[in-house]
């Protein structure tokens, strides 16, 4: 089976730093990718890592260790519309998408 | 404008009934998938399918059913059997299966009166 493990919550001050750790175990790999979701709302596309590295894209940065089997998504100068849950997501060998259960970061004035 | 549509944004079911949700996409990709959404847990795949008449179940099938006769549409119906149906239930579609972003429609709401 697959395993996805992440943070349940977080908070940080708007202005602040905050990284969502995401360790993994599952059979193959074939990419890893994060996703914003807001209260009631549908999951929308944030990044995509296959190589070891990090990628960044504006405020938001992430990075991938296949080797340790680990990911994290780095979110800077955070703003109040940053709170939501942020979900990860490995593609296995089979292609299907297996989610962890999701970060709640709350951002606080 | 090109996207997902999910309909109704809630539904109502009562026991014993059968329900359907609407899912479509004029994004011409050619897979679709559908999640459930339970508080504290991640998405769990219910039904998937890479091409027109054609689809796999994924991990949670029991109590659901769908069928993929036009490339744009995948609905998805929630039998009887299926005990705990209250959830949020989201649509998703990806150009193919491999190694593609998944884009999500903005969800149904299933609550069980």
């Known amino acids: 089976g697959q395993n996805i493990d992440q943070p349940t919550e977080m908070t940080a001050t708007e202005g602040a730093i905050v990284q969502i750790n995401c360790t993994y175990q599952t059979s193959g790999f074939n990419g890893l990718f994060w996703y914003q979701q807001h209260a009631g709302e549908a999951p929308t596309f944030l990044s995509y890592n296959v190589l070891d590295g990090l990628e960044e894209k504006g405020r938001f940065s992430s990075f991938l260790s296949r080797s340790k089997g680990y990911s994290y998504l780095l979110l800077k100068e955070l703003q109040m519309k940053d709170s939501a849950s942020y979900l990860c997501?490995?593609?296995?060998?089979?292609?299907?998408?297996?989610f962890g259960a999701g970060t709640t970061v709350t951002v606080r004035a | 404008d090109g996207g997902i549509t999910q309909s109704p944004k809630y539904l109502f079911r009562k026991e014993g009934q059968n329900v359907t949700l609407s899912c479509e996409q004029n994004l011409n990709h050619d897979a679709m998938y559908w999640y459930r959404q339970d508080p504290g847990q991640g998405l769990r795949l219910i039904y998937y399918?890479?091409?027109?008449?054609?689809?796999q179940k994924g991990d949670i099938a029991e109590g659901y059913s769908v069928s993929r006769e036009k490339k744009e549409s995948f609905p998805l119906t929630v039998t009887s059997a299926q005990k705990n149906p209250t959830a949020f239930y989201l649509c998703?579609?990806?150009?193919?299966?491999?190694?593609?972003?998944?884009?999500f429609g903005p969800g149904t709401r299933l609550l069980v009166l």
């Open positions: 997501a490995v593609l296995s060998n089979d292609y299907k998408l297996s």
């Open positions: 399918s890479q091409i027109v008449n054609d689809f």
């Open positions: 998703a579609s990806s150009p193919s299966t491999v190694q593609e972003t998944q884009y």
